[in-house]
């Protein structure tokens, strides 16, 4: 079973800082006591997580990571979904993010696009922006599955 949870700004993070260390080299740290973390667990063993603050008039995600033998099973865009959806509770007016250039599609398939107003040099991670008026978080668009129980009517 794939489960969510959150870890408000300023508490502990927990394993969400532990599947950060992993996959990224670097855990705890001084952003997430401004930052609400969301750690995804598969079948009750911690597998993704990321967070998400307010800074410079912006929500900024960051940190998305999936522990490597648990990727291209969904989680990466559950963990990018979750943290898209708490945006939104927030009202957030623009949402922010920098991407390694080789993760830049993952990125895009949820609207994001890089800033033009922020260039960046080559290889350097690529600033994205996200108005928060464009989130959308319907994951029934674009699939073609006819028998899917979750399928309106036309
Ligand atoms: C990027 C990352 C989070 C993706 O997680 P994942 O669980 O493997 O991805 P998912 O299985 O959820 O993939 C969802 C979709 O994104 C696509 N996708 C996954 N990684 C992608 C990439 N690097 N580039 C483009 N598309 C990608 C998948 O093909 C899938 O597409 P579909 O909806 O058409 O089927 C994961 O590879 C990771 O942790 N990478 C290292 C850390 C990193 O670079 N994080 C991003 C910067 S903060």
Same mark, same amino acid.
């Given at each position: 079973?794939?489960?969510?949870?959150?870890?408000?700004?300023?508490?502990?993070?927990?394993?969400?800082? $532990?599947?950060?260390?992993?996959? %990224?080299?670097?855990?705890?740290?001084?952003?997430?006591?401004?930052?609400?973390?969301?750690?995804?667990?598969?079948?009750?063993?911690?597998?993704?997580?990321?967070?998400?603050?307010?800074?410079? $008039?912006?929500?900024?995600?960051?940190?998305?990571?999936?522990?490597?033998?648990?990727?291209?099973?969904?989680? $990466?865009?559950?963990? %990018?979904?979750?943290?898209?959806?708490?945006?939104?509770?927030?009202?957030?007016?623009?949402?922010?993010?920098?991407?390694?250039?080789?993760?830049?599609?993952?990125?895009?398939?949820?609207? %994001?696009?890089?800033?033009?107003?922020?260039?960046? $040099?080559?290889?350097?991670?690529?600033?994205?922006?996200?108005?928060?008026?464009?989130?959308?978080?319907?994951?029934?668009?674009?699939?073609?599955?006819?028998?899917?129980?979750?399928?309106?009517?036309?």
């Amino acid at each position: 079973m794939v489960q969510g949870k959150w870890f408000a700004p300023g508490t502990n993070p927990g394993a969400a800082a $532990g599947v950060r260390q992993e996959v %990224f080299g670097f855990g705890q740290d001084a952003l997430d006591s401004m930052s609400w973390n969301v750690l995804v667990y598969q079948d009750d063993v911690p597998a993704a997580s990321g967070r998400i603050w307010w800074q410079d $008039g912006a929500y900024r995600l960051g940190d998305i990571g999936v522990l490597p033998a648990m990727r291209g099973r969904r989680l $990466g865009d559950l963990t %990018f979904r979750l943290l898209l959806f708490k945006a939104q509770e927030h009202f957030a007016r623009e949402v922010r993010l920098a991407a390694p250039p080789e993760v830049l599609g993952f990125f895009t398939r949820l609207g %994001f696009r890089p800033d033009p107003f922020s260039p960046h $040099g080559e290889g350097a991670p690529v600033e994205m922006v996200l108005p928060g008026a464009q989130i959308d978080l319907d994951s029934c668009k674009n699939c073609d599955r006819v028998s899917c129980p979750s399928r309106k009517p036309d």
